[in-house]
């Protein structure tokens, strides 16, 4: 199902924070390591569903799939930063904080994303020279 990839980032495409949260990851992942797919696809769908989970509308979290492993909210954000090229992996000190209390700030913002952020009419449409690490 993930066509050869391991870890995947599954984010709410109508979402103007998660679609520039999905270019930011691009832009520092120098080595590809990152694929990506839409919460709103049936490849995100059937992927969740062989791992006994199901979202409702609207998302409050993006999910790494990573190595048959699903993390979401803050632990999969940390875990994403520990990838990127640069100085973002120091952000993976935040593992110290307790997973109740990263998540509580998280969804501080996810909660008022939209609002914050903004929202499109549909998923972004990747540009060319990327499209191929999109998988839905």
């Given at each position: 199902?993930?066509?050869g990839?391991?870890?995947?980032?599954?984010?709410?495409?109508?979402c103007?924070?998660c679609?520039a949260?999905v270019n930011f990851?691009i832009a520092r992942?120098?080595?590809?390591?990152?694929?990506f797919?839409?919460?709103?696809?049936?490849?995100?769908r059937e992927?969740l569903?062989?791992h006994?989970?199901?979202l409702?509308?609207?998302?409050d979290t993006?999910?790494l799939?990573?190595n048959?492993?699903?993390?979401?909210?803050?632990?999969?954000?940390?875990?994403?930063?520990a990838?990127?090229?640069g100085?973002?992996?120091?952000l993976t000190i935040?593992?110290i904080?307790p997973?109740?209390?990263?998540n509580f700030?998280?969804?501080l913002i996810?909660r008022?994303?939209?609002r914050?952020?903004g929202?499109k009419?549909?998923?972004m449409i990747?540009?060319a020279?990327v499209?191929g690490?999109?998988?839905?």
């Amino acid at each position: 199902m993930e066509r050869g990839r391991e870890q995947i980032v599954l984010f709410d495409g109508v979402c103007n924070f998660c679609n520039a949260s999905v270019n930011f990851i691009i832009a520092r992942d120098s080595q590809g390591s990152f694929s990506f797919a839409s919460l709103q696809s049936d490849f995100t769908r059937e992927l969740l569903a062989s791992h006994g989970i199901t979202l409702e509308e609207p998302y409050d979290t993006f999910i790494l799939y990573d190595n048959g492993t699903i993390y979401d909210k803050s632990d999969a954000a940390l875990r994403i930063a520990a990838r990127l090229d640069g100085l973002w992996k120091l952000l993976t000190i935040f593992r110290i904080v307790p997973t109740p209390i990263r998540n509580f700030f998280y969804s501080l913002i996810a909660r008022n994303r939209y609002r914050l952020f903004g929202k499109k009419e549909s998923c972004m449409i990747p540009p060319a020279e990327v499209r191929g690490r999109f998988l839905g």
